[in-house]
């Protein structure tokens, strides 16, 4: 992440929270109920709209059972 701009970095990670979502079959919806985000927050998210705190972070991976390092690895 070292020489990326904020936006990019927002994209990656947003992109990464897409991808796990997409891979344990879950709409925005179930993310949302699960996650107690918004559909409308995790979409701006997942697209690098929006700077992504922490504390969304975690509840997101809590709601997928994976870790928030997760959103960090590479694909």
Not at 5 to 32: C, D, H, Y
Request: aromatic letters at 6%; proline letters at 3%; a positive charge.
């Amino acid at each position: 992440m070292h020489g990326m701009t904020r936006r990019e970095v927002r994209e990656m990670v947003g992109a990464r929270i897409r991808a796990v979502r997409q891979s344990k079959g879950m709409g925005f919806r179930t993310l949302s109920c699960l996650s107690d985000i918004p559909e409308l927050m995790i979409g701006r998210m997942e697209r690098g709209a929006t700077p992504i705190r922490f504390e969304n972070l975690f509840c997101l991976a809590r709601a997928m059972g994976v870790s928030v390092t997760t959103f960090f690895e590479d694909e």
